[in-house]
């Protein structure tokens, strides 16, 4: 079975006008403050491909900020598992590395049914990055600029076509539909990829392996007072937890109106608030910043790899660009490398 | 641990309260009816839910060999113990779990056994205690030292003279002296090197404060007890109890899927909960 395909440029806009009549297209799109940002697309003109990082990442249409789960009252309880099926567009290659493993953090034995009911009707299609950020680092860990799986589909701009690589069954469907569209990717077209990805790769900025630095901690060469100085630079917003496509925590609340009805809720929660951990009795497991600065980076850096074997950093470059206090992933993987 | 609950993760099954039972002015014992194939061990918890409150991870304090329903010893502390406090038999409880991991007390077959527990901690150690008497046969002996701050608030009175009665070496504590109690006074620490079981072989189930647990297990060490030997039951907000909300999450473990239960050996080597 063919999975690799050449489309025209002219035929993009109406090849997703059509993937939109059976699903919510999202794209990224230019806010009203110049941020860019994953949003329902109106207007298939507005979508802008060769954007910096979106802020928040994908990862929102997943693992929601602010997620109903059960709606209660006197009657019972309705679950809200959300299964809109969306196709998601002009995802860079890092997010998708991200949500892979997302998929496996939240799936697994004991499985996330919100998080899966979301991630079963929603199809990633990739674009592969031709204009990373300054800020950008995932060529050093694999996890861009182009994949070889994890996406539904994965578009790369040769400029007047786009070479379009299909990664999954829910893929291959999206475009059998419209096979007229597509044709077949002659030797130029791979020629052409090629040189795209050449030069994207000239591109980075940031030459960062997370292994020196991963290496360095477990052989214990990163002192405590290391970790002092990257604390008392944290202005503990959570900024960077909020914008990692690979932070998970959440909280739960219970929202009450009138009469016991209510929603109970999840929202998005930092390990870098210094209530995160507290227990009755004002016991704080992680008072001292310095612990809940170094666990982020440990998380990252070392449970990762030792849960799943990839880190827990893509390379995506947010925390970069939100850090105010610059103890970002990139800044302190260059300090210790 | 794989979930059972085939509508979702975090979807509480609902529990009616048989009884509930006022241990101190600010303790009470929820028995529940046990919800079918809820098959639990000692050591394990289960959240207990309240639509509207929210939800907390109470140990287990029953014994499933021994009580017919679930037993929950809850103290009001907060939020939503506060809205559990106002329930009444009748009501209804909603609960998720069995989950964690439970005591390995077949490692300690054979050999002398010594609790010690500190105010609520008791609540997961009677779970055990009561299956070791159960099983006193396979075990040495047996001791419990047992700390509270005042005398009202010792939890289970009656059952511990029950428990003396099987056997078991009984030390009650009271933080500070006074005259209307005729047992033991000082912090549990003080009493650990009285007992006549052997410190090394023998192994060691803790549960109480942080500080209290923190402090028995070093003194243990000292007293010669290997670390895989002392095992302790810790606390930890938490707000999922299936090691996806990061909030029990400690150095690379989960408190609620690797733990609640863990050894002084594991604690060292992972840094869990000692701040």
């Not at chain 1, 310095?290 to 440990?298: A, K, L, S």
């Not at chain 2, 005398?151 to 209307?180: S, Y």
């Amino acid at each position: 079975m063919k999975n690799e395909f050449v489309l025209s440029r002219t035929n993009l806009p109406y090849w997703l006008r059509q993937l939109r009549k059976k699903a919510d297209l999202i794209g990224p799109s230019r806010s009203l403050n110049g941020d860019i940002i994953f949003s329902s697309i109106v207007n298939i003109h507005e979508m802008i491909l060769d954007c910096p990082a979106s802020i928040p990442s994908p990862k929102e249409f997943l693992f929601p900020q602010k997620e109903e789960m059960y709606k209660f009252s006197q009657k019972g309880v309705r679950n809200l598992n959300d299964k809109t099926k969306r196709i998601i567009f002009g995802v860079r290659s890092c997010d998708i590395s991200a949500i892979a493993l997302l998929d496996r953090f939240y799936g697994g034995l004991l499985e996330d049914d919100f998080y899966m009911s979301r991630r079963r009707n929603t199809c990633f299609i990739s674009i592969t990055c031709n204009n990373p950020d300054p800020t950008c680092f995932c060529s050093g860990l694999g996890t861009g600029p182009v994949l070889k799986t994890g996406f539904d589909l994965q578009l790369t701009d040769l400029g007047d076509r786009y070479l379009v690589q299909a990664g999954s069954r829910e893929g291959l469907r999206m475009i059998n539909g419209f096979r007229h569209l597509f044709l077949l990717p002659e030797k130029a077209d791979y020629d052409d990829q090629y040189e795209v990805l050449l030069s994207s790769q000239s591109i980075f900025e940031k030459r960062i392996t997370l292994e020196n630095v991963r290496q360095k901690i477990l052989d214990g060469k990163v002192t405590d007072s290391f970790w002092e100085s990257v604390a008392c630079r944290c202005f503990e917003c959570g900024g960077c937890v909020y914008e990692c496509p690979l932070c998970t925590c959440f909280n739960v609340i219970d929202w009450k109106e009138k009469d016991n009805k209510g929603t109970r809720l999840r929202l998005w929660d930092t390990c870098m608030f210094k209530g995160f951990t507290k227990m009755a009795g004002n016991v704080l497991p992680a008072g001292k910043k310095i612990m809940r600065t170094r666990r982020w980076y440990f998380h990252k850096l070392i449970h990762y790899p030792e849960q799943f074997g990839r880190f827990g950093c893509v390379g995506c470059g947010r925390c970069t660009i939100t850090c105010p206090g610059r103890i970002d992933m990139a800044t302190i993987a260059n300090k210790l490398d | 641990m794989k979930n059972k609950n085939k509508k979702g993760l975090y979807l509480p099954v609902d529990a009616k309260i048989n009884d509930v039972v006022d241990l101190t002015p600010d303790v009470k014992l929820y028995k529940l009816r046990k919800p079918r194939s809820f098959v639990y061990s000692p050591g394990q918890f289960v959240m207990a839910s309240l639509w509207g409150a929210g939800e907390v991870p109470i140990s287990i304090t029953s014994t499933s060999e021994i009580h017919q329903d679930i037993e929950l010893c809850i103290r009001k502390a907060g939020f939503v113990t506060s809205a559990l406090h106002r329930l009444k038999p009748g009501d209804s409880i909603g609960i998720r779990g069995p989950l964690g991991n439970r005591f390995p007390f077949e490692d300690a077959y054979g050999q002398d056994v010594l609790f010690i527990a500190g105010g609520i901690g008791i609540a997961p150690l009677r779970s055990l205690i009561n299956l070791v008497i159960e099983k006193r046969k396979n075990f040495g002996k047996i001791a419990l030292i047992y700390g509270s701050k005042t005398p009202t608030e010792v939890l289970f009175m009656p059952e511990t003279q029950n428990w003396k009665e099987n056997g078991i070496d009984l030390t009650l504590t009271i933080d500070v002296e006074c005259k209307e109690w005729a047992c033991s006074f000082g912090l549990v620490t003080e009493h650990i090197n009285r007992q006549s079981i052997s410190f090394e072989s023998g192994y060691a189930f803790i549960c109480g404060p942080h500080v209290m647990i923190n402090a028995a297990m070093h003194d243990l060490s000292l007293l010669g007890m290997p670390a895989e030997h002392i095992i302790t039951t810790i606390e930890a907000h938490m707000k999922c109890g299936v090691g996806k909300c990061g909030h029990c999450y400690s150095d690379g473990r989960y408190v609620c899927t690797d733990g609640p239960v863990f050894s002084y050996a594991e604690i060292r080597e992972f840094g869990i909960a000692s701040p």
